[in-house]
């Protein structure tokens, strides 16, 4: 099936900067991607979508100047959590739509922000 | 906005005994989506059910989508320690500009005792 790659798995960083996660789809174009938060034993709260070479739609109550998303090309998306905070601190997780499988999500293996 | 309700929340079983959760949308969905996640992975795709009415089996696993398009389940027979896990459905709007954005619902923590 198809993969996507999402790194880092986990960071810890200080209160006030930035961090930027990735998400690929290794074998497959991915038009649009999702960005998740799940906190723990929680669902899934999707963020953002993601849509390649056009602005990012985002959720209602998700801070589109906190949570940059970049989806420059087929096969990459961009977020970056600015100036976090322990608030911030959860389970990120994308997850690219592939056309070619009828809307299936092929999701990354997240990563766990842990702000300090 | 959409919502998409799931029960129960927890379920414990003993090895053997089956399981069932149950997914309730707000509107109509286009289509449903199941998803297995283990502890600490990411989701991962199970099946997608788009016809009303429709029924299908994987093994152990039966998923079914209601006539009007709007709840589902999902149906463990004889549950095994290696169907721990929490199971997520997931509901795409039906047209519009949704279309193919999932709302997934809380997800249901199965715990198999052996």
Sequence with gaps: GAVVSQHPSWVIC???TSVKIECRSL??????MFWYRQFPKQSLMLMAT???????TYEQGV?????LINHASLTLSTLTVTSAHPEDSSFYIC???SAAANEKLFFGSGTQLSVL | GQQVMQIPQYQHVQEGEDFTTY?????TLSNIQWYKQR????????IQLVKSGEVKKQKRLTFQFGEAKKNSSLHITATQTTDVG????????????????LTFGQGTILTVHP
């Design chain 1, 27 to 32: 074998d497959f174009q991915a038009t649009t």
């Design chain 2, 86 to 101: 929490t199971y997520f459905c997931a509901g795409s709007n039906a047209g519009g500009t949704s279309y193919g954005k």
């Design chain 1, 14 to 16: 200080k209160s006030g």
């Design chain 1, 50 to 56: 993601s849509n390649e070479g056009s602005k990012a």
């Design chain 1, 95 to 97: 997850s690219a739509r």
């Design chain 2, 39 to 46: 502890p600490g992975g990411h989701p991962v795709f199970l």
């Design chain 2, 23 to 27: 997914c309730n949308s707000s509107t």
């Design chain 1, 63 to 67: 801070e589109k100047d906190k949570f």
